[in-house]
């Protein structure tokens, strides 16, 4: 007899597109015969068994909506052995053969643990960092970034209008990702992540120096959260090294909200789909994964022990032509 009911939750900083996750693995895990449960507020649902039997209609009206239905946390009361097993212990109570958990790599670290305790698990990569080792994209990644482009964007606006330069942080932990990719769309003239050792002086006064001297008036500089480099400092001392009037904004959790794009919508159903298959197939311990754009999964423990990639080719285009 196959496994009878499973259960899903979102854990960790939300991201653009978990609701349309939560929404495949309902539906799915619905058409295979399976009942679903959805958990409150990440693992502190499993703590409390705050559930919600889920059918075909509490799903209905998500698939565009950012944030999550389900409620997300940071559970330090499940990161501990008694947590995890009075955890484990609440799923059994309550039937849960079967537990999707759409988060990162803190969240499947949590999957890890319950697995091991007697939960078969699956992760499916939900973050808008884009910072899963052993995956190319993460739920919520387009988004955000599309959200901070348009957001720097108007930036850009009031920077030409008063010959200034911005300094604008966005999110992404220690990835540096979104700052990347951002940047290049911006036409960045720098661009500081984590991944990438920098110098201010030549990379960045220099070079505003220099490409003021042939021409151009206003400048846009983006750093990653990662990149240990504070945006008001970077501002005032780009300031006082250049005598360019500089403004540093953060752009903050704007980037974790918004409606998701399709692209989010449909890597989100394809990965919510494809764990409800590896847990009717009598997997565990595994996490969804998007390698050269397919779907495909990996063990948990060996997935967290990967290195992340960087784009380094992507980078040298950047320093290339944001001039
Ligand atoms: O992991 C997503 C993320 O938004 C990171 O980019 C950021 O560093 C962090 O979460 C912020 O966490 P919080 O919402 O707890 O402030």
Same mark, same amino acid.
Request: proline share 3%; net charge negative; hydrophobic share 40%.
């Given at each position: 007899m196959g496994i009878k009911r499973i259960a899903v939750l979102t854990s960790g900083g939300d991201a653009p597109g978990m609701n349309a996750a939560v929404r495949s693995v309902v539906r799915t895990g619905l058409s295979s015969g399976m009942e679903v449960l959805g958990v409150h507020r990440g693992y502190n649902g499993l703590l409390n068994c705050d559930t919600v039997e889920m059918n @075909?209609?509490? &799903?209905? *009206?998500?698939?565009?909506?950012?944030?999550? &239905? @389900?409620y997300t946390a940071r559970s330090p009361e499940f990161n501990s052995a008694e947590g995890v097993q009075l955890a484990a212990d609440n799923c059994r109570k309550m039937g849960i053969e079967g537990l999707i958990v759409i988060g990162g790599d803190g969240s499947f670290r949590g999957a890890r643990d319950l697995t091991q305790a007697g939960i078969p698990c699956v992760g499916v990569p939900g973050t808008i960092d884009n910072d899963i080792a052993c995956s190319e994209y993460t739920i919520g990644y387009d988004t955000a970034m599309n959200t901070a482009m348009e957001m720097v964007d108007r930036l850009r606006d009031t920077t030409e209008s008063h010959n200034r330069c911005s300094v604008v942080e966005v999110m992404g932990r220690r990835c540096g990702d979104i700052a990347l990719n951002t940047g290049i769309a911006v036409g960045a003239m720098a661009i500081l992540v984590p991944e990438q050792p920098y110098d201010l002086e030549r990379d960045i006064y220099k070079r505003m120096q220099y490409t003021q001297s042939i021409g151009k008036r206003h400048f846009i500089i983006v750093v990653a959260?990662?990149? *240990?480099?504070?945006v008001e400092e970077l501002a005032k001392e780009i300031q006082r090294n250049t005598g360019i009037e500089s403004r540093a904004t953060i752009l903050g959790h704007v980037q974790r909200g918004g409606s998701p794009t399709l692209r989010d919508r449909v890597v989100a159903t394809q990965m919510g789909y494809h764990a409800v298959k590896l847990l009717e197939e009598g997997k565990s311990n595994r996490v969804v994964a998007m390698q050269n754009s397919q779907i495909v999964d990996f063990d948990i423990t060996q997935a967290l022990q990967m290195p992340r990639d960087f784009d380094a080719d992507l980078y040298q285009i950047a320093l290339k032509v944001s001039i």
């Amino acid at each position: 007899m196959g496994i009878k009911r499973i259960a899903v939750l979102t854990s960790g900083g939300d991201a653009p597109g978990m609701n349309a996750a939560v929404r495949s693995v309902v539906r799915t895990g619905l058409s295979s015969g399976m009942e679903v449960l959805g958990v409150h507020r990440g693992y502190n649902g499993l703590l409390n068994c705050d559930t919600v039997e889920m059918n @075909l209609r509490s &799903v209905s *009206d998500i698939i565009h909506t950012g944030g999550t &239905v @389900l409620y997300t946390a940071r559970s330090p009361e499940f990161n501990s052995a008694e947590g995890v097993q009075l955890a484990a212990d609440n799923c059994r109570k309550m039937g849960i053969e079967g537990l999707i958990v759409i988060g990162g790599d803190g969240s499947f670290r949590g999957a890890r643990d319950l697995t091991q305790a007697g939960i078969p698990c699956v992760g499916v990569p939900g973050t808008i960092d884009n910072d899963i080792a052993c995956s190319e994209y993460t739920i919520g990644y387009d988004t955000a970034m599309n959200t901070a482009m348009e957001m720097v964007d108007r930036l850009r606006d009031t920077t030409e209008s008063h010959n200034r330069c911005s300094v604008v942080e966005v999110m992404g932990r220690r990835c540096g990702d979104i700052a990347l990719n951002t940047g290049i769309a911006v036409g960045a003239m720098a661009i500081l992540v984590p991944e990438q050792p920098y110098d201010l002086e030549r990379d960045i006064y220099k070079r505003m120096q220099y490409t003021q001297s042939i021409g151009k008036r206003h400048f846009i500089i983006v750093v990653a959260e990662g990149a *240990d480099c504070p945006v008001e400092e970077l501002a005032k001392e780009i300031q006082r090294n250049t005598g360019i009037e500089s403004r540093a904004t953060i752009l903050g959790h704007v980037q974790r909200g918004g409606s998701p794009t399709l692209r989010d919508r449909v890597v989100a159903t394809q990965m919510g789909y494809h764990a409800v298959k590896l847990l009717e197939e009598g997997k565990s311990n595994r996490v969804v994964a998007m390698q050269n754009s397919q779907i495909v999964d990996f063990d948990i423990t060996q997935a967290l022990q990967m290195p992340r990639d960087f784009d380094a080719d992507l980078y040298q285009i950047a320093l290339k032509v944001s001039i």
